[in-house]
């Protein structure tokens, strides 16, 4: 979740939130439609495990957006062959994540398909769910809150679940204020578990996440200032040079804050960080450069 508002329009947003609170936009979950039975002769089962290879492959060259269109292609054609393969369809979520946020996004003329990517991988990462445990799928199928349902989940469902919410957050952001406003205890309740679950999960990502969270809400809606720079830091203390956490600083704490000090400090950090510093996520360090960059030519008009 981003934002590029300065502090006055927050207030702004407070006196709007009772008119539009009811008013987002909604999605109808993969649950639904997923109850097919798959059985896999040899040969299906050789060709599933090619292009999961073939997507892995991809991967590694991400940075690469004809690379990691094709990882995302090639997971597409894997789960096509074996709809029940849940660590595939986390991989796509993931991938699908990627794509929007390193490359979709820095294109204007691509928005639409920028917000579609993250709903597209919302809806992989449910998939995943329903793959991984049907009693889940079935508490959804019978109308269950899922923050309700999860309770039936344990550890191995945080990728999914945090790749599924880090999808829905970006959609609901680009879709309207109301949209996301009304997915925000949901998506609350789903990092609160991955929190308690697998607090380390994507170089402390739970963490940073409420980072955000307590940044971006307002008082009434609990926002807290306190709690959030408390996750942030928490999130840096294990993991200084994942430059996102500090891209997420400078852009929901210290714009909103007025702090432009800290704004100049963690945007400064970010790009004089060799991007290969953790070279398992090169491509992602190179994107929150690239985002940095984009900060501080706006900055005049951020404060």
Same mark, same amino acid.
Not at 33 to 44: G, N, Q, R
Not at 144 to 153: D, H, K, N, S, T
Not at 197 to 218: E, L, M, T, V
């Given at each position: 979740?981003?934002?590029?508002?300065?502090?006055?329009?927050?207030?702004?947003? &407070?006196?709007?939130?009772?008119?539009?609170?009811?008013?987002?936009?909604?999605?109808? &979950?993969? +649950?639904?439609?997923? %109850?097919?039975?798959?059985?896999?002769?040899?040969?299906?089962?050789?060709?599933?495990?090619?292009?999961? *290879?073939?997507?892995?492959?991809?991967? !590694?060259?991400? &940075?690469? @957006?004809?690379?990691?269109?094709?990882?995302? @292609?090639?997971?597409?054609?894997?789960?096509?062959?074996?709809?029940?393969?849940?660590?595939? +369809?986390?991989? !796509?979520?993931?991938?699908?994540?990627?794509?929007?946020?390193?490359?979709?996004?820095?294109?204007?003329?691509?928005?639409?398909?920028?917000?579609?990517?993250?709903?597209?991988?919302?809806?992989?990462?449910?998939?995943?769910?329903?793959?991984?445990?049907?009693?889940?799928?079935?508490?959804?199928?019978?109308?269950?809150?899922?923050? @309700?349902?999860?309770?039936?989940?344990?550890? %191995?469902?945080?990728?999914?679940?945090? +790749?599924?919410?880090?999808?829905?957050?970006?959609? #609901?952001?680009?879709?309207?204020?109301?949209?996301? !406003? %009304?997915?925000?205890? @949901?998506?609350?309740?789903?990092?609160?578990?991955?929190?308690?679950?697998?607090?380390?999960?994507?170089?402390?990502?739970?963490?940073?996440?409420?980072?955000?969270?307590?940044?971006?809400?307002?008082?009434?809606?609990?926002?807290?200032?306190?709690?959030?720079?408390?996750?942030?830091?928490? %999130?840096?203390?294990?993991?200084?040079?994942?430059?996102?956490?500090?891209?997420? $600083? *400078?852009?929901? +704490?210290?714009?909103?804050?007025?702090?432009?000090? !800290?704004?100049?400090?963690?945007?400064?950090?970010?790009?004089?960080?060799?991007?290969?510093? $953790?070279? #398992?996520?090169? #491509?992602?360090?190179?994107?929150?450069?690239?985002?940095?960059?984009?900060?501080?030519?706006?900055?005049?008009?951020?404060?």
């Amino acid at each position: 979740m981003t934002s590029s508002l300065k502090f006055g329009q927050w207030i702004a947003f &407070g006196c709007m939130v009772a008119v539009v609170a009811g008013c987002g936009s909604t999605r109808e &979950g993969a +649950w639904e439609t997923s %109850s097919e039975t798959v059985v896999l002769d040899e040969s299906a089962k050789a060709q599933e495990a090619q292009l999961v *290879a073939e997507a892995k492959a991809a991967w !590694l060259k991400r &940075g690469d @957006e004809a690379q990691s269109l094709a990882a995302v @292609e090639k997971w597409k054609q894997a789960v096509a062959i074996n709809p029940k393969n849940a660590e595939a +369809w986390t991989d !796509l979520s993931h991938a699908l994540f990627f794509y929007a946020d390193c490359h979709l996004r820095f294109d204007e003329s691509r928005a639409d398909l920028h917000k579609a990517t993250h709903e597209e991988g919302t809806r992989a990462a449910e998939r995943a769910l329903v793959a991984m445990s049907p009693a889940f799928a079935q508490r959804m199928n019978n109308g269950e809150l899922i923050e @309700e349902a999860i309770e039936v989940l344990d550890a %191995s469902a945080v990728p999914a679940l945090y +790749w599924r919410s880090s999808n829905l957050g970006r959609w #609901a952001t680009l879709e309207s204020f109301a949209t996301l !406003l %009304s997915y925000k205890d @949901e998506v609350r309740a789903i990092m609160e578990f991955c929190l308690d679950n697998d607090p380390s999960y994507w170089y402390q990502g739970p963490d940073r996440y409420f980072g955000i969270f307590y940044a971006k809400a307002p008082g009434f809606s609990g926002g807290d200032m306190t709690k959030s720079m408390e996750h942030f830091q928490a %999130s840096i203390a294990v993991h200084p040079n994942y430059l996102g956490t500090h891209t997420f $600083i *400078a852009e929901e +704490w210290a714009i909103k804050e007025a702090d432009r000090a !800290l704004f100049d400090q963690e945007l400064s950090y970010v790009l004089n960080t060799d991007p290969n510093v $953790i070279p #398992a996520i090169s #491509a992602e360090n190179a994107c929150e450069q690239r985002k940095a960059k984009i900060l501080m030519a706006d900055a005049d008009d951020l404060f």
